[in-house]
């Protein structure tokens, strides 16, 4: 197991191959797999500080692009409901994510809730590109205020020199 865990995480180490590595933990963690990508984004931002800007932008775009992917499986999902039963059942949630429209996946940030958030709009149908829009608004607050409010509240856990 060791001859291919080693290489494996050395091509994923940070700094070395950061951006890409966040991006590619970003978009899996936008997804329904429970894993999150603000660690990697924090670790990134520590090792490289002049990466914080590029970091939170490129960790936006991968959890965005995830979202897109929630959002289209969502859609998938309905229509293979739509062709099996032909009286949709609304629940209250869906009703108030109807109501609220694109706007809702502003929410996307959320924890436990916000990936689902993203499926039940394709569900929905909602519009996709006003829903990517507000998912990448609500990811990138997301992405700035924790990774500037770990910097500033954890200044000393990784130092600068190495």
């Given at each position: 197991m060791d001859t291919w865990l080693q290489p494996l995480l050395s091509l994923l180490a940070l700094p070395q191959y950061g951006l890409s590595t966040l991006f590619l933990v970003a978009f899996v963690s936008a997804?329904?797999?429970p894993m999150g990508s603000e660690p990697a984004l924090f670790g990134l931002v520590k090792l490289n500080p002049e990466?914080?800007?590029?970091?939170?932008l490129v960790a936006?775009?991968?959890n965005t692009l995830g979202g897109a992917v929630s959002w289209w499986m969502g859609l998938g999902a309905h229509r293979m409901v739509d062709r099996v039963r032909h009286s949709p059942t609304h629940l209250r949630a869906l009703d108030w994510l109807e109501r609220l429209g694109p706007k809702a996946c502003l929410l996307s940030w959320l924890p436990a809730v916000g990936d689902p958030l993203?499926?039940?709009?394709?569900w929905?149908?909602?519009?996709?590109w006003p829903c990517m829009v507000y998912?990448?608004?609500?990811k990138f607050m997301r992405y700035?205020?924790?990774t500037?409010?770990?910097l500033w509240a954890f200044p000393g856990v990784i130092g600068h020199g190495g």
């Open positions: 997804t329904l797999l990466l914080f800007w590029p970091g939170v936006t775009a991968g993203c499926a039940v709009a394709g929905l149908k909602l519009p996709f998912m990448a608004i609500g700035l205020v924790m500037a409010g770990l």
